[in-house]
T-cell receptor, first 112, second 113 residues
Framework: GESVGLHLPTLSVQEGDNSIINCAYSNSASDYFIWYKQESGKGPQFIIDIRSNMDKRQGQRVTVLLNKTVKHLSLQIAATQPGDSAVYFCAETHTGGFKTIFGAGTRLFVKA | EPEVTQTPSHQVTQMGQEVILRCVPISNHLYFYWYRQILGQKVEFLVSFYNNEISEKSEIFDDQFSVERPDGSNFTLKIRSTKLEDSAMYFC???????????FGQGTRLTVV
């Protein structure tokens, strides 16, 4: 069956350091991957996405890496700030698909 | 910036009662979704809706659940006879196209007592 999972449930980093959040997926049919950030009491918020024809995509302070060989996805946050503290979910879907499958989530703590 | 809005923010209901959760998706979006999140757990897909019909649903979305787009702006989730285990955050989302970025509302916290 399809599943998207995360390697670590929590991650604690020092303010200013870089953060790396990892994710494994199992559905080879997925061709679109998304990272969402969820702050306490709020809905998931889109951070960055990547399609399966790419292996890297950069945004503002964030980079997503996709390794299709080992079905691995990662989110890198540069110069982590206190405002980055949240739960991060990887998610997968496919072009024209009607649902997005979320992983379990990683809680990022940023220490000042 | 356009956003998905959900009402109410918190709903408390007695077991066995019917509840309707309401959502106003982003106006030019064509795909609509409901997800739920039990406290501390991951976000689970319930149902997607496109072209005035259900396009996909999960095992969670049984006969107790229904969705409706009663007019051009609202999208509702009805739970006919609530159970204790239906207590969760329910998120509505919408997207411009299928298989693309979905925008989520702030959620409705449903508490069944």
């Amino acid at each position: 069956g399809e599943s998207v999972g995360l390697h670590l449930p929590t991650l604690s980093v020092q303010e200013g350091d870089n953060s790396i959040i990892n994710c494994a997926y199992s559905n080879s049919a997925s061709d679109y991957f998304i990272w969402y950030k969820q702050e306490s009491g709020k809905g998931p918020q889109f951070i960055i996405d990547i399609r399966s024809n790419m292996d890297k995509r950069q945004g503002q302070r964030v980079t997503v890496l996709l390794n299709k060989t080992v079905k691995h996805l990662s989110l890198q946050i540069a110069a982590t700030q206190p405002g980055d503290s949240a739960v991060y979910f990887c998610a997968e879907t496919h072009t024209g698909g009607f649902k997005t499958i979320f992983g379990a989530g990683t809680r990022l703590f940023v220490k000042a | 910036e356009p956003e998905v809005t959900q009402t109410p923010s918190h709903q408390v209901t007695q077991m066995g009662q019917e509840v309707i959760l309401r959502c106003v998706p982003i106006s030019n979006h064509l795909y609509f979704y409901w997800y739920r999140q039990i406290l501390g757990q991951k976000v689970e897909f319930l149902v997607s809706f496109y072209n005035n019909e259900i396009s996909e649903k999960s095992e969670i979305f049984d006969d107790q659940f229904s969705v409706e787009r009663p007019d051009g702006s609202n999208f509702t989730l009805k739970i006919r006879s609530t159970k204790l285990e239906d207590s969760a955050m329910y998120f509505c989302a919408s997207s411009e196209r299928g298989g693309t970025e979905a925008f989520f509302g702030q959620g409705t916290r449903l508490t069944v007592v």
